[in-house]
T-cell receptor, first 113, second 113 residues
């Protein structure tokens, strides 16, 4: 069964600094999708970034980028120039069969001003 | 962009009563809707998958008779919590699958007293 592990329950970063959130997953499939979602206090789930496993190039979206290491089954999220609005719960997710998403336990990110 | 409207956002009900939660896709057709349950500061746990015009499929351990899901049209999926008890109090989120992405509703906080 596919599993997603986020080993950092909480992380803190100073405003304008860079932070990396870790995620590892387990799968026997060769083609799949990985996601990072942000859940602010409003609890609305917001897509941060998506990576297709067959693409070797790491996905980037403005200040957000991933380090996708397929062999190591690692999918970390780097947030550059952190802003107060980045404070939220971040979930790593894997798309499994029938398009179902499996979420990691989440990492609470706190941004200090 | 794609929007999933979820109502109500908050509901308080008495123990033993039933509560219906609706998710509507506003500008697209959602053939598949996923229903999640989330406890405070925890991850999203998939409860069931609903497909338009067919019976929902439930994840292991989810009581199908307690959590009734109906997906009668391409724009509406409903979750009814029947004979609610305090342990059913939680945050419920729907998500529509589109292409290779997902659009989430804003969630429903259910409190059973």
């Amino acid at each position: 069964a596919q599993t997603v592990t986020q080993s950092q329950p909480e992380m803190s970063v100073q405003e304008a600094e860079t932070v990396t959130l870790s995620c590892t997953y387990d799968t026997s499939e060769s083609d799949y999708y990985l996601f990072w979602y942000k859940q602010p206090p409003s609890r609305q789930m917001i897509l941060v970034i998506r990576q297709e496993a067959y693409k070797q190039q790491n996905a980037t979206e403005n200040r957000f980028s991933v380090n996708f290491q397929k062999a190591a089954k690692s999918f970390s999220l780097k947030i550059s120039d952190s802003q107060l609005g980045d404070a939220a719960m971040y979930f790593c997710a894997y798309r499994r069969d029938s398009n179902k998403l499996v979420f990691g336990a989440g990492t609470i990110l706190r941004v200090k001003s | 962009g794609a929007v999933v409207s979820q109502h109500p956002s908050r509901v308080i009900c008495k123990s033993g009563t039933s509560v219906k939660i609706e998710c509507r896709s506003l500008d697209f057709q959602a053939t598949t809707m996923f229903w999640y349950r989330q406890f405070p500061k925890q991850s999203l746990m998939l409860m069931a998958t609903s497909n338009e015009g067919s019976k929902a499929t439930y994840e292991q351990g989810v009581e199908k008779d307690k959590f009734l899901i109906n997906h009668a049209s391409l724009t509406l999926s409903t979750l009814t919590v029947t004979s609610a008890h305090p342990e059913d109090s939680s945050f419920y989120i729907c998500s529509a699958h589109r292409h290779y992405g997902y659009t989430f509703g804003s969630g429903t906080r259910l409190t059973v007293v």
